[in-house]
């Protein structure tokens, strides 16, 4: 387990303000964030590289803040792999072993093994700067797994790559995880990496940490607009929430009233989600609370998924299959009914 | 054929005055030379001794600067301080200062009564009118060529390289030597070989801390001052064929040492 207590660290022009996290023995954490939000700096304060300026890190219940890096049993992949330029590939993933005088035999049976694992064995004897993007990763994944790190930290280690490779080192750095049964952190500013790998993802802004959860926790009930905004939730609206009865809000958005089951009083923002909405061409009879006719004022094909904006007062965004979008004989203009229910409204 | 505008052509013009005014003095001199006199002061002890002596006391000079020339370039490639720009001055101060300033400035304070020169005469050091002397003045001259360039290769290594090795298993120290300097040696040994030929040319200096014993430029000199100019030719010869064939071998590493990140 990594317990990070109100680790901060000032740079003069950026600073990691009193993170606190846990990460679990054996999960694939994500730390998901925009750029210059400080998640790469987290991953180098976690792996020592800098000095902290107060707070505790803590590996296994060890307190390692002021552990020299070489003795953390951390490993670490980058972005830009970094890999030794002056080495061949063998030699870049028999380092660690060779720092630890390895026998030379057992080094060799180990980086041939680890070198199969991760298909690059046919490269054994390039150079890194002779390698593609997906063979160079491979190669700083080989490198750091080898050594065999409690962790493994990673910035950004696809973010360099074409979709495919990335997308096939995806399923790769899954079996990975599973197969050598390490705590991994990764971090990204890609949300599709992030739902594709995360048992756990942290939202990091600015510095600080703003919301831990699992992703459908982060995706259906994020902790502010940022992160909303961040991880791409459609359907945003502020407004005015009161109660209504005994079990529901009401939120005036200003153009149109919105029934929600979470209790909030004063101005809110709410959003529900494109996927949770229901569309006719009919109105029809249901027990959804939210019932709103409007027009369709624009529509984006992706391909197996139709997006359709909706307007009901407030521009809402709705999903369709490419089936149910053909069969209902949809267009611009075209008058519709949406239903969506108070449970699917979530407030913040 | 390319068509070249007005600007390049006056340039190139402006440009070739330059050029020339350095070539042509030195392709004079080396033409001017009698090859039968070049080779029997190949033969002249005092020559040859004193062309040797030029080469060894810059040789050592190119070993003190760099065991300490390195570390301090990597210690300015890798951290910013408080009064680093002042240090960054102090190295490069000897390449402003007259020669014959540098060489009073070491003799007040290599002198037997200076304040180097006091406590190093108990451990049997002189330095006026002997070879320390000769080093120490090359040593002044030319030492910022081996900072300068080692510190630019340690800056062209990305340090997350060294921080990975670290993760890996590899002490600081250990990294140093097996991933930053295999990766920056180039610069390391370039800036070697100048502070080399730069020492062997140094004249200035050593002509006020230590006249004696005599080194090639003083030779030239005294050759010139005692005998004219027809008796110093064959020397000058000599010392500039050293200090070419030096500079002709950094050029073949800047242009032919392949660095491992680039095609």
């Known amino acids: 387990m990594i317990k990070i207590e109100n680790l901060s660290r000032n740079w003069k022009e950026f600073q ?35 000095p902290t300026d107060s707070g505790e890190i803590y590996v296994d219940n060890k307190n390692i803040t002021d552990t020299p890096l070489e ?21 870049n993933i028999s380092f660690g072993l060779n720092m630890k005088k390895v026998d030379k035999k057992e080094v060799k049976i180990r980086v041939n093994e680890m070198m199969k694992l991760l298909n690059i064995d046919h490269l054994a004897h ?45 399923r790769q750095m899954k079996e990975l995880h599973q197969k050598f049964d390490i705590t991994m952190v990764h971090v990204t500013h890609n949300f599709d990496e992030a739902l594709a790998l995360a048992d756990r993802i942290a939202i990091m ?32 609206f502020e407004g005015f929430a009161k109660k209504d009865g005994e079990r529901l809000t009401i939120i005036d958005t200003g153009k149109v009233f919105i029934y929600s089951t979470e209790p909030k009083k004063g101005p809110v923002h709410m959003t529900v989600r494109p996927e949770d909405i229901i569309l ?57 009914w949406t239903y969506f229910k108070a449970t699917a409204v979530h407030t913040f | 054929m390319r068509k070249l505008d007005h600007t390049t052509i006056f340039f190139a013009i402006m440009g070739s ?21 070049i080779f029997e002061n190949l033969q002249n002890q005092e020559v040859m001794g004193a062309l040797f002596l030029s080469i060894y006391c810059a040789l050592g000079a190119t070993i003190i600067a760099l065991l300490c020339g390195v570390p301090l370039a990597y210690i300015l490639a890798r951290h910013d301080f408080w009064g680093k720009g002042f240090v960054e001055s102090v190295i490069d101060v000897p390449l402003v200062i007259p020669h014959t300033v540098t060489g009073i400035i070491l003799l007040l304070v290599f002198n037997p009564g200076g304040i180097f020169g006091q406590p190093l005469s108990h451990i049997g050091l002189t330095f006026s009118d002997a070879i320390p002397g000769i ?67 140094e004249f200035g200096a050593i002509v006020i801390l230590a006249y004696y014993p005599t080194t090639a430029p003083v030779l030239i000199y005294r050759r010139f001052v005692d005998f004219g100019l027809q008796e110093s030719i064959p020397v000058a010869v000599l010392l500039i064929s050293v200090c070419l064939v030096l500079f002709l071998i950094v050029r073949l ?7 491992y990140d680039k095609d």
């Open chain 1, 205 to 236: 802004k600015d510095g600080r940490i703003s919301q831990v959860g699992n992703s459908t926790e982060i995706f259906r009930h994020p902790a502010d607009k940022f992160v909303a905004d961040f991880v791409g939730v459609e359907n945003i």
């Open chain 2, 17 to 37: 005055f330059l050029f020339f005014f350095i070539l042509i003095p030195i392709v004079n001199l080396m033409a001017s030379a009698n090859p039968g006199i």
């Open chain 2, 135 to 201: 080093i120490m003045a090359m040593l002044f001259a030319s030492a910022s060529f081996v900072v300068n360039s080692s510190r630019e290769g340690f800056e062209s290594v990305d340090p997350r390289m060294e921080k990975v090795a670290r993760t890996l298993g590899s002490g600081s120290l250990k990294t140093f030597f097996i991933i930053t300097l295999p990766l920056s040696v180039r610069n390391v040994v370039v800036g070697s070989i100048m502070c080399w030929a730069r020492a062997i040319s």
């Open chain 1, 16 to 50: 990691i303000d009193q993170v606190n996290l846990q990460i679990k023995t054996g999960e694939y954490f994500v730390i998901l964030g925009p750029s210059g939000s400080g998640k790469t700096l987290l991953l180098e304060l976690i792996a020592g590289m800098w």
């Open chain 1, 126 to 170: 390039r150079l890194p700067r002779t390698l593609s993007g997906g063979e160079q990763q491979r190669t700083a994944l080989a490198r750091a797994l080898i050594i065999n790190p409690k962790v493994l930290l990673m910035d950004e280690p696809l973010s360099a790559l074409d979709r495919k490779t990335r997308n096939d080192l995806i």
């Open chain 1, 280 to 336: 006719s061409s009919k109105k029809v009879e249901t027990s959804a609370r939210n019932v709103f006719k409007g027009k369709i004022t624009e529509i984006i094909d992706n391909g197996a998924l139709i997006k359709l904006t909706v307007d009901i007062g407030e521009p809402i965004m709705v999903f369709l299959t490419r089936q149910s979008f053909i069969e209902m004989e949809l267009n611009i203009g075209k008058d519709v």
């Open chain 1, 71 to 91: 003795k953390r049993g951390v490993g670490f992949v980058y972005q830009n792999y970094m890999l030794f330029p002056h080495k061949t590939v063998f030699e």
């Open chain 2, 253 to 259: 590493l800047i242009s032919r040492w392949k660095t």
